[in-house]
């Protein structure tokens, strides 16, 4: 399929040699696919859906190329993460989702489902906002100079109260105030 495509050139240290070198990646951009997706099928289809456990998010991409023809090629693309994450990293897991059915239909600049470089990226992301969220928690649980202002933060809080290092806090401060958390 013809799909624009973006050069990118990385530079990065041989971890065997400490060498440095380049890698010159030509990367198809999920909207840039989903373009050419569509001018070649007017008629396609593309659904998206999630399904949350406990611990992690999955989500799942159906495409069909022509859904008035039964026959149409189809296929489909998942993306697993665990939770929690912020709302830029659920956008960014349907977007390799999508990304992923799409180069199953011929829609990449390689061909590749997802390249190492784009995954590494997303896990790098994923780490950041998990650790900013943790640090946005515990510094709202510092604010808090009540009972009630506790309590408060905390329901507000979110999946990130599974966080080791925001009970620890929220216990630290327990005991500080000497208030019991329900």
Known sequence: MNVKTTTIQKNYK????????????NHAKV??????????NPKGKIETSNK???KTIEFKTFILADKSDEFSREATGH???????????????????????????GYSASGEVASTEEMEDFIEYQKNKKKEAIEDAIIMLEDCKTYT?????????????????????KDA??????????
């Open 14 to 25: 041989d971890k065997k040699t400490g060498e440095l070198k380049s890698l010159t990646i």
């Open 31 to 40: 909207n840039d696919r989903l373009k050419a997706f569509w001018e070649a």
């Open 52 to 54: 949350k456990d406990i």
């Open 173 to 182: 401060l327990k005991a500080i105030l000497k208030i019991k958390i329900i």
């Open 79 to 105: 993306a697993l993460a665990n939770l929690p994450l912020g709302e830029k990293e659920y956008e960014k897991l349907e977007t390799i989702s999508v990304g992923r059915a799409l180069a199953l239909l």
């Open 149 to 169: 202002q506790l309590q408060e933060v905390w329901k507000s809080l979110g999946t990130i109260i599974t966080q080791k290092e925001v009970v620890e806090k």
